[in-house]
Each structure stands twice: as C-alpha cells, then as structure tokens.
C-alpha cells in the first residue's frame, strides 16, 4: 500500500513537471520563430532552465516528505491495510497429501 501511495505521488509529479517543462520549451520555440514581444512572452523567454531544475528537486523533495509525513502521521496503513488482509490455508487432499497457499481478499 505504501509503495502504491508513494509511486501514485511521485508518478503524477513527474507528469506535471513533465508538461511544465515541454510546454515552456515549446513556447520558447514560438516566441523566437514568430517574434511575439510582451511581458508574458519575455518572461517565458527568459525562463532560466538551471534555476528550474533547483525548484523541481526541490518539490520532488518536499513532495516526498509530505507524502512520507502524510503516510506516517494520517496512519493510512491502519485505515486501508486491513481492507486486503493476506492468510494462509492449508489443504489435505485425498491420499494424505497436504499443501498450503497464502492469498488475501
């Protein structure tokens, strides 16, 4: 549960920061070909991409406490881990042979 909970974090940050840089670079390429000039398009164009890297390490990091914070202290384990408890049966069949298997619900 917890790696699914970490995984789903971390996966959706990476789409955002993704999409934030693919769109930035993007823009970057429209404003030089076609020349647009405004303070929107200035700043896109002057978006330093070293600086950006800080601030995405930076949210990965923070993205990671929370979610480790939010794990730990709002005790997801305890709510949900009890929904698919994992057991063991054991089964003798006919002739005296007997196997066991572990699966959850």
């Known amino acids: 549960m917890r790696k699914i909970f970490y995984n789903v974090v971390i996966t959706g940050l990476s789409v955002a920061v993704a999409l934030a840089i693919g769109t930035i670079e993007l823009l970057q390429v429209f404003i030089r070909a076609l020349g647009v ?5 200035e700043r ?5 991409f070293g600086l950006l890297g800080y601030v995405i390490v930076s949210v990965l990091l923070a993205a ?9 202290f709002g005790r997801i384990e305890e709510r949900y881990g009890h929904l698919h408890p994992v057991h063991t049966h054991v ?3 006919d002739g005296g042979v007997s196997h066991s298997h ?4």
């Not at 572990?102 to 619900?105: A, D, E, V, Y």
């Open 37 to 41: 000039e405004g303070p929107f398009f």
């Open 44 to 48: 896109i164009a002057a978006v330093d």
């Open 64 to 72: 990671w406490g929370l979610s480790a914070a939010i794990w730990k």
């Open 91 to 93: 089964h003798t069949h």
């Open 102 to 105: 572990t699966h959850s619900h």
